[in-house]
């Protein structure tokens, strides 16, 4: 597969390169492995993929994931790869997560104020931007049909057994940065929390032939 890295944008470069990808354990592949059955299959059929990224309230776990899976399915030149997210309650996107992208070398802009603003996230000059913003995993913004639903977190994954219009619905849970806020450690905590979600997304798309 022809990789397409020099459209990244260097900084982000520079995360993928030192990402721990060789730590993911046989356990944690083996529950990552319906999302490559799934993307591969797409694939080889040459279909769009549709990855909708779904957490209770679509404000951090769930855009960390969006985000990073977007930008490996660019990094390793996959097409028709288009990721969303979502929550079963619409919230905002944490304000520590947008801090966190950018120190990982995503630019982000605002794009509408407001209590749920509305963010514009680029991991290359010439890709179109993630639209990031809280929402329905069933908003209007996001596939009706013919995707896979990433459950992000346990309480989605336990309070959602049924998403309507999914394929296949695939439960790779995160622990929540959430438990850090207000802490000291609140910056860290979200640092690891989004390299362990790219580590493990480039893992997916790696696989993929």
């Not at 979600?197 to 993929?208: K, L, N, P």
Request: with cysteine; glycine share 4%; charged share 25%.
């Amino acid at each position: 597969m022809t990789t397409a890295k020099s459209m990244l944008f260097s900084e982000i470069e520079n995360v993928i390169k030192n990402l721990k990808i060789e730590n993911i354990t046989a356990e944690r592949k083996e529950i990552l492995r319906p999302l490559v059955d799934f993307i591969q299959t797409k694939a080889i059929n040459q279909q769009e993929i549709r990855l909708n990224l779904i957490c209770t309230h679509n404000s951090r776990r769930s855009h960390l994931s969006q985000v990073w899976a977007q930008t490996a399915s660019a990094y390793f030149n996959i097409k028709n790869v288009f990721c969303y997210s979502g929550g079963t309650e619409a919230t905002a996107m944490f304000p520590m997560v947008a801090k966190t992208l950018e120190k990982q070398g995503f630019k982000i802009k605002t794009i509408a104020d407001g209590n749920n603003p509305i963010y514009s996230i680029k991991y290359a000059e010439n890709e179109h931007p993630i639209i990031g913003f809280s929402k329905a995993y069933d908003d209007d913004f996001n596939p009706e049909k013919e995707f896979a639903a990433i459950m992000t977190c346990s309480q989605a994954d336990g309070g959602c057994p049924f998403i309507a219009g999914a394929e296949k619905r695939i439960p790779i849970t995160f622990e929540d940065p959430k438990a850090f806020d207000n802490t000291p450690l609140q910056a860290e905590k979200y640092e690891e929390r989004s390299l362990q979600i790219a580590a493990e997304m480039f893992y997916v798309f790696s696989q993929i032939k």
